[in-house]
Each structure stands twice: as C-alpha cells, then as structure tokens.
C-alpha cells in the first residue's frame, strides 16, 4: 500500500465548476496535510495545509480532513482554466523527524 | 526576500558521469530536503539535512550523497550516474510552524538533469 494515494486524472471540469481532489493516507499517525499545485515544467508551490479535523477555507480553495477515515480533499469553486495544473496532496509522515511523502499527483484540466 | 534557489537549472550528463546540484534555502530557513521528481511522478524524497548532518533518508542507493553548510545551503551529488537518474531535482527548505507543529516545505524551481 503506498502511503499516498491519488487518482492521476486527468480530473476534467468546466470553467465556473467546483473541482473535487482527493487523497487517501496509509499512516495514521500523520499530523499535517498539505495541498500543492504544480504547473507543467514548474515546481511545487504550497497551496495550503491543514491539521485539525474538519474544513479549511482559503478564498476559492476549502481543504477537508477525516482523520477517522484518513482522507483528506482540496475543493476548488469557480474553477478557471488557470487552475488547470497538477495538484500534489502530500502528508508529513512522522518518522522521528518530520519528512513530507508526495502522493503521484491529480491533473486537473478546467476548460473554457 | 529571496526563496529557495538551486543551480544549475538545466543540465546534460552522460552515463558514468557525477554531478553535483546546489541549493541554498529561503532567509530564516535552516533545514533543507531533496527530492527527486520523475516525468509524471510524484517528488520522492531523497534526504534532509539539518545542522550540517544528514538526519532522514530516503530509499536512494548511495550513489546519492549531500552535504549542508554553515550558512544552511546544501548540495546534492549523485555519483555513476545512470539513465534512471534522469529527473527534476527539486530543493526544499522548511521552518516548522510552532502554532501546530507543520513542517512546511517552500521549492526552489529545480534542477533539471538528463543523463545521456
């Protein structure tokens, strides 16, 4: 079982719609929870991150955490096709010293 | 303030070959990780390195090594460099969030290696 798991996509909504990502985590120690988008031939850049059970807003971007059932899910309202980019769900997996696992990753594509 | 910056951003080897990628982390920011991103992968951790020693690796041969420098920046080496080695390097430095105990990660844009 891998310790991050996403569907690779290509996840395909129309502009105005609401984009739904999920992630599933195999360590249930995990604390925090981080949402990072990727533009093709670009790096990473952190999106947000949450850690308490429950819904996280942050303008059009709303991450959801269910510790119990180790499930984590960034929503994204209004797509635009400027959305349209790989989002990396990553976990800090406790280890003695906190280390960041990647899952492979949900292409998102909002189209016009 | 300047971000994570890594050099070089592009690079060409050949099998057999080493080389050596650099980083140097975000202002405030003392830890540094690696990570390897294959062409559509997820980044795979490759180590982190902290007060100047390695303290977590990931399941890299040690074909890979790194080193940390007083001032925090790092280098990456990657010795016999074969096909597989070919990827996106990318550099992170962190700051542990004392509010909730987050380790969170900024990039630097990466290091693009191909081996021939």
């Known amino acids: 079982q891998k310790e991050v798991e996403q569907n690779s996509g290509p996840l395909s909504v129309p502009e105005g719609a609401i984009a739904s990502l999920n992630c599933t985590y195999s360590?249930?120690?995990?604390?925090?929870f981080f949402w990072y988008r990727q533009y093709s031939g670009k790096s990473p850049e952190l999106i947000m991150f949450i850690y308490s059970n429950g819904d996280k807003e942050d303008g059009r971007f709303t991450a959801q955490l269910n510790k119990a059932s180790q499930y984590v899910s960034l929503l994204i309202r209004d797509s635009q096709p400027s959305d349209s980019a790989t989002y990396l769900c990553?976990?800090?997996?406790?280890?003695?010293?906190?280390?960041?696992?990647f899952g492979t990753g949900t292409r998102l594509l909002v189209s016009p | 303030d300047a971000g994570v910056t890594q050099s070089p951003t592009h690079l060409i080897k050949t099998r057999g070959q080493q080389v050596t990628l650099r980083c140097s982390p975000k202002s405030g920011h003392d830890t540094v990780s690696w990570y390897q991103q294959a062409l559509g992968q997820g980044p795979q951790f490759i180590f982190q390195?902290?007060?100047?020693?390695?303290?977590q690796r990931g399941n890299f041969p040690d074909r890979f090594s790194g080193h940390q420098f007083p001032n925090y920046s790092s280098e990456l080496n990657v010795n016999a460099l074969l096909l597989g080695d070919s990827a996106l390097y990318l550099c992170?430095?962190?700051?542990?969030?004392?509010?909730?105990?987050?380790?969170?990660?900024?990039f630097g844009a990466g290091s693009r290696l191909t081996v021939l």
């Open positions: 390195y902290y007060e100047e020693e390695e303290r």
């Open positions: 990553a976990v800090n997996i406790r280890t003695g010293f906190q280390k960041l696992v």
């Open positions: 992170a430095s962190s700051l542990v969030l004392a509010s909730s105990g987050a380790n969170v990660l900024t």
């Open positions: 360590d249930r120690g995990s604390q925090s």
